[in-house]
């Protein structure tokens, strides 16, 4: 059976793909010999096997070495299907960690850098009748300039930093495309003009129009169809959303009502894309923010999306959607996805139950020029791969200072944070943007404040004074970067606070939580209740993120094992957890 063999991209959909997961040949190149001796070139045998999507890292990879080793390569053969032939073949990566080359039949056919980030290839000069070999060569080092997120870089478990992921970690596939064919199709509501926007971007600039067909349903029913000219590269198709005499005018997407829209596009050189968005806005202004021009309390879990079997790579689809029951079960109505680009299909199952969701890059821990460039390639891959997820309200590309440890005081790391605030503006105009979640703050939308007080009153004395806590610090660090006062329209909330770990379950030795761990169920229902009821009555606070959703290795402060079993009582929890004051709290 092929592993994660539905299709990686619900949102970006064609019919005829075919999933190459599955077992792979595999070598470890310690001694960096691949390149000279050539084992790109077809019927070069590899020395072990894997099983892709999964790290050499994990269990399920079937390889399963935590050791240090930076050079891999791996090696499948496949036969594009009939259906598929004579058309344009595009291969397709999820993400591979770091540096990727691809080679097809001994010639390579294209390279990337990221490790959290989508690639493909057209390789239909590359391809022979019968098998093809496909073969990569992949690289990555123990270097902190690279997006990292919770990979560790030591040969060791340290603070919450865990087992690095290498190579291949999403789902490898081919689609059939048309002559010409779509990269993207970005979808902007516009739910005060009742409009929704549609850029379509061409693999390259027509030598003839092309014409493209665009078909709107809702719940499976016809809504809007609408016939464009492609006459250059990128275009744009605006659509009259309101539905005349239906009282509401359309649809909006909210957790309450998590309505979809879905968009067929059909080029007439046989292209076809199938995708979906939802009505959505989503703003800061005055200190508040505002769902759909409606007031947002935000309660969100903080979720780092690892397996004790897989790592970063979800193990099934099912496991995806199951993270994402228990936290609406613990009563959250969001969750900020730790430090990592997710698996494009957690977005999609948010989207259809109704689940706010904050988009975090993954960290680098050195500041150069180099890691400037990669957090800024990050950025733009994750916007432009996940525009269209309703549920992605908030773009969070800088953590608690990592990587720009001196952010306070440092020009430089300040304009840093500035560029990716406004290349976030400037990429997606429709979403908020915590530039520096925890402290530190320059330009921002959402002042997110980290604060682990143990208990309560301390939380709460924190707090006490918000004119205090804007010129100096709530807790042990600035709130705001030298320089930078915070702007009328920031919206405060403490997007970091709790992880609360259980004496039975961190008794390990190395086990890591913060403070002191409690002993039993009701320590811990009267610590969480303390500094939630804390929380909620900060001066002005719009939400708040508590960690986290699962232990994570030596982490022990998550509401679920790894093994995602509930530590507590999940229903008492959701008791304290909803607040009682209203529909959007």
Known sequence: MIPRPEHPRPDFFR???M?????????????NLGLVQKWYKPGTKLDRTILVPFCYECALSGVHVEGKHEIMW??????????????????????????????????????????YTPFAFDVTPFLIDGENDLCLRVEDRRDCTQPRGKQNWLDHWFGCWYTPTSGIWQTVYLEAAGDTYLTSAHITPDI???????????DREPEQPVTAELTMTYRGQPFRKQTLELTQRCQSALFDMVMGKHITGFHTWSPEDPSLYDLTISLSGGDKVQTYFGMRKIESRDGQIFLNNKPL??????????????????????????????TQRFGYNGARKHQKLEDPRYYYWADRMGVLVWGELPSAYEFTEESVKNLSDTLSGFIDRDFNHPCIIAWVPLNESWGVDRIAHDKRMQ????MLYCQAKAQDGTRLVSVNDGWDQTRTDIYGLHDYAAEGDVLASHFADMERVEVSSNDHRLARAVGYPRGKDEALMLTEYGGI?????GSEEGSWGYHEKVEGEEAFFARYQALTDAARNIPGNQGYCYTQLTDVQQEVNGLLTPDRKPKIDPERFRSLTLNPFGRYY
């Open 19 to 31: 999933n190459l997961n599955g077992e792979w040949q595999f070598a470890f190149d310690d001694e």
């Open 192 to 202: 005060d003009r009742g409009i929704a926007r549609v850029h379509l971007t061409l």
């Open 501 to 505: 770990a259980m004496e039975a379950e």
């Open 297 to 326: 309390y935000q309660r969100l879990i903080l979720d780092q999306g690892y397996w004790p079997d897989s790592l970063l790579t979800p193990p099934s689809d099912e496991a995806l959607r199951e993270d994402l029951e228990w």
């Open 74 to 115: 791996y090696r499948r053969s496949f036969a594009v299907p009939e259906n598929m032939a004579s058309r344009r073949i595009l291969l397709r990566f999820g993400a591979v960690d770091y540096k990727a080359t691809v080679y097809l039949n001994g010639q390579a056919v294209g390279g990337h850098r990221g490790g």
């Open 415 to 418: 304009m840093c944070s500035e």
């Open 15 to 17: 019919e005829d793909w």
